[in-house]
Each structure stands twice: as C-alpha cells, then as structure tokens.
C-alpha cells in the first residue's frame, strides 16, 4: 500500500493521466462515451483502495481539499466571460435560468418525500447535487467540501450524478430528432437559434495559443494569492447555521474574486490554459475523494437513484413549462439542460446535435451554470438544514 504522502500524490496522478490519455485514444471511445472520464477519475481510485493499493484515510486527503480546490477553483472561473454571456439573447438566459429554478425546486421537492428514508444529512447529498446540477463537478466538490460532506456521501453524489445524469443526456438526445414536432406545441419562433452562435464563436478562439512559461507561472501565482486571500477573509466571516462555514465564507468570496478577473485581461489567459490547468488540479482532487469512499456503501443505496431521477424530472417540467411562456425553441431545452445537468463537457455536444455550429452556445450557458452552481448549492443547503429543524 501507498502510505507516504508524496506517493499516494504520485499514484493519484497517475490514474487521473491514465484515464485521459485513455481517452484520446480512439480504440476506447465506446467506453468513454458511455461513462466519461470524470466517471473513472473517482471509481478507479475507489477501486485501488478496495484493493489496499491506496489508503482510504491520510491527512493528504485533506490538505488538497483545503489547498488545491480554491486555487482550481479561481483559474476554472477566469473563462467566465460574462460580458459573452449577457449577450447570448434574454430567452437564452432565461432558459438557463428556469433550468436552474428546476434543479433546485426538484431537490427541495425529493429531499421533503425521501429526506427522511435517507438518513441524518442527507440534505448535504442534496445540495452537493444542487451545486453539480446546476453547475458541474467541480461545484459539487466545492458544496460538499464546505459543508463537510463524508467522502461515502461524496461518492453517493457523485455516482448519482452519473447514473441519473447521463441517462437524461441520453433521453435529450433522443428529443432531438422531434425539435420540428416540439417547437410547434411550444409555439416558438427558430429564427434567432440560427444568429447567437456567428456572434459569440469568434471568441471562443480569439485567444488560443500555447502556454509559455510567462503563462503558467502567471497563472498559478494569481490562483495562489487569490486563494490565500480569500481563504483568510473566510476565517474572519461569522459562521452562519451548519452551511456557511469559514471555508465556505472561503470559497464565496473566491467565486466573487474569479468572476471579477474574468472582466479584466486575465480573462484572456484561459486561451493560455487557465482553465486545463484549473480542471487538472479538479481532477486530482476527485480521485483523492475517490480513493476515500467505501464502494460496499455506495451501491447499497438504490433509493438515491429514485430521488436523484426526481430532482431531474422536476427539473424538466419546470423547463418545458418557461420555454413555452417564452415561446423559445426546443433548441434551448437540449441546450440549458445539458448545460446545467451536464456541464462543459457534454453541453457543447448536446447543443451541436440540436443544432449543428451552436456547440458555443451550450458551452457558454454552462459557464452560467458553473458561475451559479455554488451559490444556489449553498443556498439548498442552507434551507434544507432548516427545514431539518
């Protein structure tokens, strides 16, 4: 087994470029297309400690939750172009929003009918699913860091984001081929689907290029003293119920912090890689989360996959409903959906298969959702502690 510190850093990054490299390979697309990267990234770590290669407690563990997420944290939220995302059209954004509104009324909704069969904190399960759904993984790591989320419950969270999740991409897929069909009941009008996309893909790649050194040592000194800052106003904020934390004062102010860089002309170093090395830092950090879980625990819980297929449904039918007072495209029900439930990842794809050159388009509501993610997980949590008296 891995015991010292350096070694089990060595042996989780290992896994983590193993499955990406993976990945790129064209021999194991079937698989990856069926259960992403970010999928083997937590179960092969969980599988290694299964298999005593790892060690499922070492105060490693907890020193990249508290060091690593707030630096990934702040490179990921410079590519929010939020000036972009103002102006990708009202009914886009508000599509995101009721996307949003969905995935947090269907939590409330399944924490008040199963709640209670889960067990004490499950409402932290619930706003880690929040956060994940609304905005992506690495919100789902930032709310179940700051509310101190068992790594077993972690693990419920995350597999219930991947079972239940990919299912709904699958079945959004499958809409795709009735748009024509859907957009008559919603009465909407196609015309402008056919104009956001030429206005936002040029930036997308105005500012690609390789990352020098400059870049990279840029780079990481702005995550490290944004974190350093932010961290310690966090300790200097009162705590607030069992949700607002120090650490999760901590990573408010992060989130605050990294969208205001995005305004200025560090935004433009996402083109140099501030968000690969963001995510890859993500990465590291949930194949240490992996490699704490109890994999006997996980699969045992089936009724978190019912209460999961909830959140969802609600999700869906409060989407459908404000596209149709909208009158917007069935475009942006594949789109905002996607976005929100699926991330970057999976969002521009989505978005392509509705409709082919607006791949930009779900790419951008998913910053949205990765922009509001924490926020509105928080927020759950909060109401759901409450309501657990």
Known sequence: MLTAP???V????AIVAIVFQAAER??????????????????????????DVLPAESPLYGALARNLLPASLALILLSSDLKAITRLGPRALAAMAAAALGVTA???ISFLAFGRALGEGSWKVFAALTATWIGGSAN????????GLPAD????????DTVVAYTWMALL????????SLDRRLGADRAEVATIGARIADRLQRDRRPTSVADATLLVGV???VSVIAMALGRRMPPVGDVLTPFAWGILILTSVGLVLSLTPLARYDGAGASSLGYAGFYLLLASVGAQANLRNIVTQPLWIVAGAVVIAVHGLVLLAALRLLRAPAFFFGAASQAAIGGYSSAPIVAEIYQPGLAPVGLLLAVVGNVLGTYLGLAVGQLLAALTG
């Open 223 to 225: 995550a490290l003293a």
């Open 10 to 13: 060595a042996g989780l990054a």
């Open 26 to 51: 064209r021999r194991f697309e079937p698989l990856f297309r069926r259960l992403p990267p970010v999928f083997w990234v937590y179960v092969v770590p969980m599988v290694a400690t299964s298999l």
């Open 106 to 108: 269907g939590a409330v």
């Open 173 to 180: 897929i499958a809409v795709s081929g009735r748009q024509a």
């Open 140 to 147: 789902l790591i930032a709310v179940a860091t700051s509310l």
């Open 153 to 160: 419950a972690q693990g419920v969270a995350i597999l219930i």
């Open 6 to 8: 350096l070694a089990i």
